[in-house]
């Protein structure tokens, strides 16, 4: 049991690390099909929306599917989008594939965090250190997209491709994951009682807001910087790199160094540095000053995600999750959608500009994680 144990853990780390790469690989693609199709800020806003739509869809399906088909079943039918969208990407420009191929992706990615969630969580002795290494592995993938790409373009081939095979090699490694014993839960019915705890959902809209954040800033971020000149040339592409330098190495302090004492002291104090140094970052307007912002709001930001995840407790399951990281991805929907409006009719620095509401939201949602902790 504790080999089966060890090798659903690995497999949750490693496909986490592989949905690292291709999740944040994104936002590049984008810019490039940006450049390369001559679309619109708003149409670059909606093809990123259709990421953000999947995965809410894919989180929803990982919460009801594995009651019918089990998690391997699941696992199997939800994460081959990431080996399917990326093919799609590489071949046309036709605005209809394109959209299906974001949407496809996302699936990818929502199921692949939900099933993540529960592979390394339940598997996990300390779930909070197993929540932060399992976050940090994405970090590294995240943090290797920008060689990635740039290896993939100066081979003249297309980084499209590159991700594609990566997201085959996780869809491979799910299907090889040793399935555990299912619990049969229609014989006594599916736990919903979390569905009446304030504190799930004060987590949910704290994560609504980090995911808002989160992904507007990895999937326009590149575009900001060369839309508004604060960074130019292949430079604006490693702004990612330094993006999730910062994540990783707060992660990994998170995980082996640093012992979380009161968790809802530190995400509040996480919320408001990353008020802070967001405005900081809109504000600069020279590459050393906004690569340096950048950094302190990445770090700041890092440990948000998985100390909220790992607040849930006992109240995780393959049910929870299935409400809560959906629910809480509807943020990455919304928000780059707003970006791409204002930026089509206003400007590309007022649209990111937009993101401050969602740094705001996390700082007041973390407070209001504690003012509950303070009355129980």
Same mark, same amino acid.
């Given at each position: 049991?504790?080999?089966?144990?060890?090798?659903?853990?690995?497999?949750?780390?490693?496909?986490?690390?592989?949905?690292?790469?291709?999740?944040?690989?994104?936002?590049?693609?984008?810019?490039?099909?940006?450049?390369?199709?001559?679309?619109?800020?708003?149409?670059?806003?909606?093809?990123?929306?259709?990421?953000?739509?999947?995965?809410?869809?894919?989180?929803?399906? %990982? @919460?009801? /599917?594995?009651?019918?088909?089990?998690?391997?079943?699941?696992?199997?039918?939800?994460? *081959?989008? =990431? +080996?399917? &969208?990326?093919?799609?990407?590489?071949?046309?420009?036709?605005?209809?594939?394109?959209?299906?191929?974001?949407?496809?992706?996302?699936?990818?990615?929502?199921?692949?965090?939900?099933?993540?969630?529960?592979?390394?969580?339940?598997?996990?002795?300390?779930?909070?250190?197993?929540?932060?290494?399992?976050?940090?592995?994405?970090?590294?993938?995240?943090?290797?997209?920008?060689?990635?790409?740039?290896?993939?373009?100066?081979?003249?081939?297309?980084?499209?491709?590159?991700?594609?095979?990566?997201?085959?090699?996780?869809?491979?490694?799910?299907?090889?994951?040793?399935?555990?014993?299912?619990?049969?839960?229609?014989?006594?019915?599916?736990?919903?009682?979390?569905?009446?705890?304030?504190?799930?959902?004060?987590? %949910? @809209?704290? /994560?609504?807001?980090?995911?808002?954040?989160?992904?507007?800033?990895?999937?326009?971020? *590149?575009? =900001? +910087?060369? &839309?508004?000149?604060?960074?130019?040339?292949?430079?604006?592409?490693?702004?990612?790199?330094?993006?999730?330098?910062?994540?990783?190495?707060?992660?990994?302090?998170?995980?082996?160094?640093?012992?979380?004492?009161?968790?809802?002291?530190?995400?509040?104090?996480?919320?408001?540095?990353?008020?802070?140094?967001?405005?900081?970052?809109?504000?600069?307007?020279?590459?050393?000053?906004?690569?340096?912002?950048?950094?302190?709001?990445?770090?700041?930001?890092?440990?948000?995600?998985?100390?909220?995840?790992?607040?849930?407790?006992?109240?995780?399951?393959?049910?929870?999750?299935?409400?809560?990281?959906?629910?809480?991805?509807?943020?990455?929907?919304?928000?780059?959608?707003?970006?791409?409006?204002?930026?089509?009719?206003? @400007?590309?620095?007022?649209?990111?500009?937009?993101?401050?509401?969602?740094?705001?939201?996390?700082?007041?949602?973390?407070?209001?994680?504690?003012?509950?902790?303070?009355?129980?």
């Amino acid at each position: 049991m504790e080999l089966v144990q060890k090798k659903q853990r690995n497999t949750g780390l490693f496909t986490f690390f592989i949905s690292g790469m291709c999740v944040i690989s994104s936002g590049v693609v984008v810019s490039l099909l940006q450049e390369k199709y001559g679309f619109a800020y708003g149409m670059t806003g909606t093809l990123l929306s259709l990421m953000s739509i999947g995965n809410l869809i894919a989180g929803f399906a %990982t @919460g009801v /599917l594995p009651g019918k088909i089990g998690m391997k079943g699941t696992m199997a039918v939800l994460t *081959v989008g =990431y +080996f399917l &969208g990326y093919l799609a990407m590489a071949f046309t420009g036709n605005l209809a594939v394109l959209s299906a191929a974001f949407f496809v992706v996302g699936i990818a990615k929502g199921s692949t965090i939900n099933c993540c969630t529960i592979l390394v969580g339940n598997n996990s002795k300390d779930r909070t250190k197993g929540m932060s290494i399992m976050h940090a592995c994405y970090a590294v993938g995240a943090l290797l997209c920008p060689f990635l790409i740039s290896g993939a373009l100066k081979a003249g081939a297309g980084p499209q491709i590159l991700l594609s095979a990566c997201g085959f090699l996780l869809w491979a490694a799910f299907l090889r994951v040793p399935a555990a014993e299912e619990k049969k839960e229609g014989a006594k019915g599916t736990d919903w009682s979390f569905l009446k705890s304030k504190k799930f959902w004060l987590l %949910t @809209g704290l /994560l609504f807001f980090q995911n808002a954040t989160e992904i507007s800033v990895t999937g326009w971020l *590149v575009t =900001y +910087f060369k &839309g508004s000149g604060v960074i130019s040339g292949t430079l604006s592409t490693y702004t990612i790199t330094v993006m999730w330098g910062a994540t990783l190495i707060a992660r990994a302090l998170i995980a082996f160094v640093v012992q979380i004492k009161d968790t809802c002291r530190t995400l509040i104090r996480m919320g408001i540095f990353c008020t802070i140094f967001y405005i900081g970052l809109m504000m600069a307007r020279d590459q050393w000053t906004a690569m340096a912002l950048l950094f302190a709001f990445a770090f700041a930001m890092a440990g948000m995600n998985p100390i909220a995840v790992a607040g849930a407790g006992r109240m995780t399951s393959v049910t929870s999750m299935g409400i809560m990281l959906p629910a809480a991805s509807s943020g990455a929907i919304l928000m780059p959608w707003i970006i791409g409006l204002v930026a089509e009719r206003f @400007g590309i620095g007022a649209g990111m500009a937009c993101n401050i509401v969602s740094c705001a939201g996390m700082l007041l949602f973390a407070i209001g994680v504690k003012r509950l902790a303070d009355q129980e």
